[in-house]
């Protein structure tokens, strides 16, 4: 039968947190005075919340902070906390009762633990603590309560409602996602119960499982311990030495976010031959994951010594940690020291790390990963008053900064501005690749860890799709855009995606096989062209000859005409 004209409003909320490709990330390992140990699940971006979770970072020699000058140069940091030996978080006292809640829906069940964040830190006025949980009305509440009653966190972990004849069952997984992220005292462990949640081994498996429950007609049953009593844990006993630093450096690895990795003044922490082990590691990792530039500090002082380091011992430094753990595209040497006003205003010789870290996330997340951020127009330091070694950016000092070009070693140096007069500016952009290709300049390989980073996880939404050119094709798509976004910011020309998207039967593979492709397996080459930073302007100039010659010009204009 006919209906009347009418216009309908279908009405879909997409208003909820979207995963996306996050920009100006750095990973540092560093010494502070409290915070989650081993822990960089948190996503620091001020200063204010670095003092809130970790306190002050740990500078032996009282100079600047790395961190707090990265945060402040625009960096976002995961932090990992080096603790030394004897540290361990604190747990509920009684293990019978170690459930802070369980969630069981269709057969499957978890059980959150939670240890604490922060080994030994003090939370509240005592050694104990207690977490109480309460269900209001669709809402899981908790407190966490010190030794003197006094309560010191409050929030939501969970917000829910099963399925009645008239509503679907309603989750908000993203309120126990922002409990489990951003509560300060609680690190949550998941604890699959039963063979058939043995896939919900973790905080993410766990969120996913909820999200397919929301909105369908499967109801939850959330069993609440209404009160845990929890220890605060044990600090260390000591200093890290070279194996908890080694140890900390693994936990990168749960972030691959970050495009640079740095260890924070650990050059004040740990004598030469500790410091090298753990550099060492750090080259392994990088160089087998290829997800981070690992940025080392030359130090400004000579090794054991107050003398500030010259451009030879800078040199010496640099080939004896790159001859004991090798050369690689994904490290790169950062000298010549700071010169920073402390909280007494007094100038100090400071490291250069935090700066470093500040200006590169800074170019990246504004301009590109492929941009130097070296030079006049991306590496001036406002705040820095030179550099502490001599002023290698003269020109009367060429020959001895191309020595230091030659070595691949980047540093500060006063340079004259079109418009400000003279800086401080971060002069080179060198990787230390042995091998003289494009991988030289950290731009280069910049572009190839965010091509990685913006890809992942558009390709990682195809996994277990049907593996067939009409998926194939919506791969293509997807990545167009960003493709065509390189080209125009100028980050790499000439893009040719070869990933048979054009197919239309198996005959018509060209990339491919269908030998393979049956089996899963698809494979796409993406091939471009880079762009490098301009390194040598030759200008000639020219004085032309003087001839000698009269010039008489004949004008035949009437008369009285001017």
Same mark, same amino acid.
Request: proline share 4%; hydrophobic share 35%; glycine share 10%.
């Given at each position: 039968?006919?209906?009347?004209? $009418?216009?309908?409003?279908?009405? #879909?909320?997409?208003?909820?947190? $979207? %995963?996306? #490709?996050?920009?100006?990330?750095?990973?540092?390992?560093a010494r502070t005075t409290k915070g989650p140990a081993n822990d960089p699940s948190v996503l620091i971006t001020s200063v204010p919340q670095f003092h809130r979770i970790y306190g002050k970072e740990i500078v032996p020699d009282g100079s600047i902070s790395n961190i707090e000058t990265a945060l402040m140069g625009g960096s976002k940091l995961r932090i990992i906390r080096v603790v030394g030996p004897g540290s361990a978080p604190g747990k509920v006292k009684t293990d019978s009762t170690d459930s802070l809640l369980k969630i069981v829906c269709n057969g499957q069940s978890v059980t959150l633990k939670a240890v604490t964040r922060s080994n030994g830190d003090?939370? *509240? %006025?005592?050694?104990?603590? =207690? =977490?109480?949980?309460?269900?209001? *009305?669709?809402?899981?509440?908790?407190?966490?309560?010190?030794?003197?009653?006094? !309560?010191?966190?409050?929030?939501?972990i969970l917000v829910y409602q099963n399925s009645d004849a008239n509503n679907n069952?309603? !989750?908000?997984?993203?309120?126990?996602?922002?409990? &489990? +992220?951003?509560?300060?005292?609680?690190?949550?462990?998941?604890?699959?119960?039963?063979?058939?949640?043995?896939?919900?081994?973790?905080?993410?498996? =766990?969120?996913?499982?909820?999200?397919?429950?929301?909105?369908?007609?499967?109801? #939850? /049953?959330?069993?609440?311990?209404?009160?845990?009593?929890?220890?605060?844990? /044990?600090?260390?006993?000591? +200093?890290?030495?070279?194996?908890?630093? &080694?140890?900390?450096?693994?936990?990168?690895?749960?972030?691959?976010? %970050?495009?640079?990795?740095?260890?924070?003044? +650990?050059?004040?922490h740990l004598a030469q031959v500790e410091l090298i082990k753990v550099y060492k590691e750090a080259k392994n990792l990088v160089d087998s994951l290829s997800e981070f530039q690992f940025y080392i500090e030359i130090p400004k002082y000579k090794v054991g010594t107050t003398d500030l380091m010259k451009a030879e011992d800078m040199i010496n430094y640099k080939n004896?940690? +790159?001859?004991?753990? *090798?050369?690689?595209?994904?490290?790169?040497?950062?000298?010549?020291?700071?010169?920073?006003?402390?909280?007494?205003?007094?100038? $100090?010789?400071?490291? !250069?790390?935090?700066?470093?870290?500040?200006?590169?996330?800074?170019?990246?997340?504004?301009?590109?990963?492929?941009?130097?951020?070296?030079?006049?127009?991306?590496? !001036?330091?406002?705040?820095?008053?030179?550099?502490?070694?001599?002023?290698?950016?003269?020109?009367?000092?060429l020959d001895t900064l191309n020595k230091l070009a030659n070595e691949c070693i980047n540093l500060f140096v006063i340079k004259d501005t079109a418009s400000y007069g003279k800086r401080t500016v971060l002069w080179h952009n060198f990787t230390d690749q042995v091998k003289k290709d494009s991988f030289r300049f950290l731009g280069n390989t910049g572009l190839i860890l965010n091509i990685k980073k913006t890809l992942r996880p558009i390709l990682d939404q195809y996994l277990e799709e049907p593996n067939h050119w009409s998926t194939w094709s919506r791969i293509y798509l997807d990545v167009q855009k960003y493709i065509t976004q390189w080209v125009d910011n100028n980050d790499l020309t000439d893009p040719k995606w070869q990933g048979d998207q054009d197919a239309t039967s198996w005959d018509s593979l060209v990339v491919n096989n269908q030998a393979d492709v049956r089996q899963g397996k698809y494979k796409v080459v993406f091939s471009f062209k880079d762009v490098t930073a301009l390194q040598e302007i030759t200008i000639t100039l020219s004085i032309d000859s003087s001839v000698k010659a009269i010039d008489v010009s004949l004008s035949n204009k009437p008369k009285g005409n001017k």
């Open positions: 039968m006919p209906n009347t004209p $009418q216009v309908k409003f279908d009405i #879909v909320n997409n208003n909820i947190e $979207q %995963s996306s #490709v996050t920009t100006g990330i750095s990973t540092v390992l003090p939370i *509240g %006025s005592g050694n104990e603590f =207690v =977490v109480t949980t309460k269900l209001d *009305g669709n809402t899981v509440n908790y407190s966490v309560v010190g030794a003197d009653g006094t !309560v010191l966190d409050t929030g939501v069952t309603s !989750v908000d997984y993203l309120s126990l996602s922002n409990f &489990i +992220a951003n509560n300060p005292y609680l690190k949550i462990i998941v604890s699959p119960d039963n063979e058939a949640s043995k896939s919900l081994s973790s905080v993410e498996a =766990v969120l996913n499982w909820l999200s397919k429950i929301d909105g369908s007609r499967n109801n #939850v /049953t959330v069993t609440l311990t209404a009160t845990n009593a929890y220890t605060i844990g /044990t600090p260390e006993t000591s +200093a890290p030495t070279s194996k908890e630093w &080694i140890d900390a450096l693994d936990s990168a690895r749960d972030y691959l976010d %970050s495009y640079h990795l740095a260890l924070s003044h +650990a050059h004040q004896q940690i +790159a001859s004991a753990i *090798g050369h690689s595209k994904w490290i790169s040497y950062y000298g010549g020291g700071l010169l920073y006003t402390n909280d007494y205003g007094i100038l $100090q010789p400071s490291d !250069v790390l935090g700066t470093v870290l500040g200006l590169a996330d800074s170019s990246g997340s504004t301009y590109s990963y492929s941009r130097s951020f070296a030079g006049l127009n991306r590496g !001036v330091v406002i705040e820095a008053n030179g550099p502490a070694s001599v002023n290698y950016g003269s020109a009367g000092r």
